[in-house]
């Protein structure tokens, strides 16, 4: 019995410096995968599907359309450029809301934890992947800027069956880069990213069209890019 704790320790240790030392490099290297981008793919081959491939295609800060980091702020964390990993006054409505059951609506996870939990650990829910997450979200938000972790939740974040990141989703929905998307285009895939198996953003359902909707307009109401620049969020 302890043979098998002195393992499972150094597994324990192992995890964590390895954890450490990708917060380290990515925060300047382009991440080339993630964690649930291996749990799609892995999954897919369990059930014989080998057509299906995850795949992302690095892009740079300034590789990304504004439009693009406007929308998923206005859609997902609004409070991005303020808090520190954790935006308590959304999970304290959230957990208000959610009642007896306990379990904050995605609302309450910001863009700073949805980045983690994609980069690192697995999607679906569990105390034990949120509780990794809690412990991990102070690592990127001490060790990367605001700026690099919008990036790399825009180069991870899922758009579709095998689409990650902006640029695929760029190629894939509109067969242009996602430098060039235009507030709409952003807003629209901004809108897919609380179900990208159920809201397709090739063929929007009048609930998707709704939500871009509402997408853009939160746009507006943070006042379009210039909400980047006076937040240090700009590639310039």
Known sequence: MGRILRFLRKIVVFVMLLWVT?????????????????????????TF??????????AGEDAISPQMKLAVIASEDQNFPHHHGFDF??????LSKSGKK???????STLSQQT????FLWDGRSWVRKGLE??????????????????????IAEFGPGIFGAEAAAQHFFGKSAKNLTAAEAALLAAVLPNPHRLHADKPSAYLRQRQ?????????LGGTTFLKK???ADN
């Open 89 to 94: 006054g959304a999970i304290s409505d959230a």
């Open 49 to 58: 599907n080998f057509s299906y491939v995850a795949h992302s295609t690095w």
């Open 231 to 233: 937040n240090n969020l």
């Open 102 to 108: 306990g379990r904050a609506a995605r609302g309450a």
């Open 134 to 155: 809690t412990l991990l979200t102070p690592g990127i938000e001490l060790v990367w800027s605001k700026s690099r972790i919008l990036t790399v939740y825009l180069n």
């Open 22 to 46: 990708m917060i380290i490099l990515f925060a300047f290297l382009p991440v080339p995968y993630s964690m649930v981008m291996l749990e799609r793919q892995l999954s897919a081959w369990s």
């Open 213 to 221: 909707q509402w997408i853009l307009h939160q746009m507006q109401l």
């Open 116 to 119: 983690v939990k994609n980069l």
